[in-house]
């Protein structure tokens, strides 16, 4: 059972764009939002979270957006960059225990 | 800091051969974490230790996997017999603590299973 949606699969983005990529959840006892950045060949790296308390965080370039009546959370990259190409992954962390359920992955690309 | 180690960083194996993965995850890292990311889509968690102990297995299929983590600090994942399904990058992550969960991940070892 899938409890991440995560779209679009795939997003191309001029330079200066500002890719949005959007993240859906089922469980109401998730209570711990990050998003990952993974480039080929190597493992994800945390970029941002967010916990539920809170409708927006930014760090950076990036900002998370999140709705909590929808259910929905979403990630901004302002002033995108070729070096922000890479796979983005949205996850959840239920309220009891550790594990991270990740959502399927966003392959962007940013065109100089 | 040293990051998350993994090896190897590839295999290639025929079905129904075993093959085994090792971790070292950053010091004093007290959570590690085995998981699988079949390409194209996101990482699932096979297995969570705490210290030595295994806190979380529910997604390991255990009939061909098993992990064990010595001593509380490196990790092993085994698969024996392999099937062609199982062929997927094999991703270990550390984290300090489990309240914020920032997990570090190693660069994975890519499986091919023929």
């Known amino acids: 059972q899938q409890q991440v949606k995560q779209s679009p699969q795939s997003l191309i983005v001029q330079k200066g764009g500002i890719p949005i990529i959007n993240c859906a959840y089922e469980?109401?006892?998730?209570?711990?939002f990050p998003w990952y950045q993974q480039f080929p060949g190597k493992g994800p790296a945390l970029l941002i979270a967010i916990r539920p308390d809170v409708s927006e965080k930014k760090e950076g370039r990036f900002t998370i957006s999140f709705n909590k009546s929808a259910k929905q959370f979403s990630l901004h990259i302002m002033d995108s960059q070729p070096g922000d190409s890479a796979t983005y992954f949205c996850?959840?962390?239920?309220?009891?225990?550790?594990?991270?359920?990740f959502g399927e992955g966003t392959q962007l690309t940013v065109n100089p | 800091e040293a990051g998350v180690a993994q090896s190897p960083r590839y295999k290639i194996i025929e079905k129904r051969q075993s093959v085994a993965f090792w971790c070292n995850p950053i010091?004093?890292?007290?959570?590690l974490y085995w998981y699988q990311q079949i390409l194209g889509q996101g990482p699932k968690l096979l297995i969570q230790f705490q210290n030595n102990g295994v806190v979380d297995d529910s997604q390991l299929p255990k009939d061909r996997f098993s992990a064990e983590r010595l001593k509380g600090v490196d990790s092993t994942l085994k698969i024996q017999p392999a099937k062609l399904e199982d062929s997927a990058v094999y991703l270990c992550a550390s984290s300090l603590e489990t309240v914020t969960n920032t997990q570090y991940f190693g660069p994975g070892t890519r499986l091919t299973v023929l």
């Open positions: 996850a959840a962390k239920g309220t009891s225990g550790s594990r991270l359920t």
């Open positions: 010091s004093g890292h007290a959570t």
């Open positions: 469980n109401t006892a998730f209570d711990y």
